[in-house]
């Protein structure tokens, strides 16, 4: 049998990994390449499988990294099954179908200013598209064993990162290999924290932040005093860019403790103006097994924040000058409701901007990070006058510790540790880190399209 690495190894998005067992393929995850252009590109690179040869796509959780490519790969000619826990399946259907949108808008206005080579320029996929793919998606259970072929089975377990995110045990013969997906904190805020490795032959782990620890200051901390600086002291707006799927439900949850606790004025109206925020709240509300979230949680979560969807409320939101806090999309300001905010509030010192995630390389939201004074938005450059403040301590991923400490939960060491999903530096750094804390002799930092055999 091999495996290829055809996408997050050597960076942290595209990932797919193909897996062969003889003439059986399967593809574990089916994401997107997404940050700098150069990255982007690689969505439009023929594949070296055919879509039409992988019988199963087993997807660990709804990121777009992981699940985005799935609408393109179903037009490719993939007629398989995409199983997932159902959480994921609800969520990949509302980034799968943004993504569709986003895909068509840019498409759009690469023809409107001719900025592109290909005349005209396409979408990779359509909203359309995504909407059929769905049709190919089932759903399993954590723990529930599935068949692909004879000798070959897998079963989910939780791997705490977003809501109804899961790492593979795949029972290939008599081998067992471990794929981590994306693996969670040690204690997640809303989810249960990540089950134990166990035995494995192989394990493929991700490595985002292998290089990486992180902040230890509670994010409640950091967003009580961003709330009582800009609200109280300056008399401004806060606004909060945010993603869509489990950060805005982190940060409902902990203003619902702060108003519990008194810590916010009462009066002061808080927003959730994402369309697609406002979805992903409510699939958390439909799986209470896949959460820590009590009823009685989120119903105060409810009654904290006012859900916004409809575009004419967000306009009216932004054009409503008194004190407010705002969560809205997307995470990076890479586009989204939050801009529509930003050209209002971005241009006065009194307003402040509270990072929340990741902000990759060439987002405005780095920019924002970085100091810039102006970014560019809706074609012409906004000064930067608001202020920027950044929680650090919410990441969805475990850090190098984390990692060390999940990967001792094996109950041996592997024949073989492969590590992907990470920049070489994060990669490297980990696997430094491994082969001196616990002393395992083979890891290996994956490259992608080289295939690893495993007789
Ligand atoms: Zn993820």
Not at 394 to 408: M, N, R, T, V
Not at 411 to 430: R, V
Request: hydrophobic share 35%; aromatic share 10%; net charge negative.
């Amino acid at each position: 049998m091999q495996i290829t690495f055809l996408g997050g190894a050597g960076t942290v998005t595209g990932s797919k990994t193909l897996i062969e067992v003889g003439k059986e393929k399967i593809l574990l995850d089916c994401g997107l390449f997404q940050g700098l252009k150069e990255l982007r590109l690689k969505n439009w690179d023929k594949l070296p499988v055919k879509a039409s040869e992988i019988s199963y796509i087993i997807l660990t959780h709804a990121h777009l990294d992981h699940c985005g490519y799935i609408p393109l790969f179903v037009k490719q000619g993939f007629q398989g099954k995409i199983i997932c826990t159902p959480p994921t399946r609800d969520l990949a259907e509302i980034i799968l179908k943004d993504s569709g949108k986003i895909q068509e808008e840019d498409a759009e206005r690469a023809n409107k200013y001719g900025y592109t080579k290909h005349h005209p320029a396409k979408p990779l996929y359509t909203v359309e598209d995504a909407i059929f793919a769905m049709n190919f998606f089932e759903t399993i259970e954590l723990h529930e064993w599935v068949e692909l072929f004879p000798d070959i089975k897998f079963q989910f377990k939780n791997a705490g990162h977003i809501l109804g995110s899961a790492f593979v045990e795949l029972h290939i013969q008599d081998k067992t290999f471990i794929f981590s997906g994306d693996i969670g904190r040690k204690k997640p805020l809303l989810l249960h924290p990540k089950e134990k490795i166990g035995h494995a032959d192989y394990i493929v782990c991700e490595s985002t932040y292998g290089d990486r620890l992180h902040d230890k200051t509670p994010a409640i901390i950091t967003l009580w005093e961003a709330i009582n600086y800009t609200i109280l002291d300056k008399g401004g707006t806060l606004l909060i860019p945010t993603f869509a799927v489990e950060r805005a439900q982190e940060l409902i949850y902990l203003l619902s403790i702060l108003k519990k606790e008194k810590k916010i004025p009462h009066d002061l109206p808080i927003y959730l103006d994402s369309p697609m925020g406002v979805d992903a709240t409510e699939v958390f509300a439909n799986y209470p097994n896949y959460h820590t979230l009590s009823k009685s949680e989120i119903r105060e979560m409810h009654n904290t924040v006012k859900l916004i969807k409809d575009f004419q409320t967000s306009v009216d939101i932004v054009n409503d000058n008194r004190q407010k806090i705002v969560l809205a999309g997307s995470g990076m300001s890479t586009g989204g409701r939050i801009l529509y905010y930003y050209n209002k509030y971005l241009g006065d010192d009194k307003n402040t901007i509270l990072l929340v995630g990741y902000q990759a390389e060439g987002t405005r939201g780095r920019s924002l990070k970085e100091g810039d004074n102006e970014i560019k938005f809706f074609g012409t450059y906004h000064e930067v006058r608001a202020e920027i403040m950044e929680i650090s301590s919410l990441s969805a991923h475990a850090d190098q510790h984390e990692i060390l400490d999940w990967l001792k939960t094996a109950d041996k060491p592997p024949k073989t540790l492969f590590l992907n999903h990470g920049e070489p530096h994060q990669s490297n750094a980990l696997r430094a880190k491994i082969q001196d804390a616990l002393k395992w002799e083979k890891v290996i930092v994956a490259k992608m399209n080289e295939p690893f055999y495993i007789d």
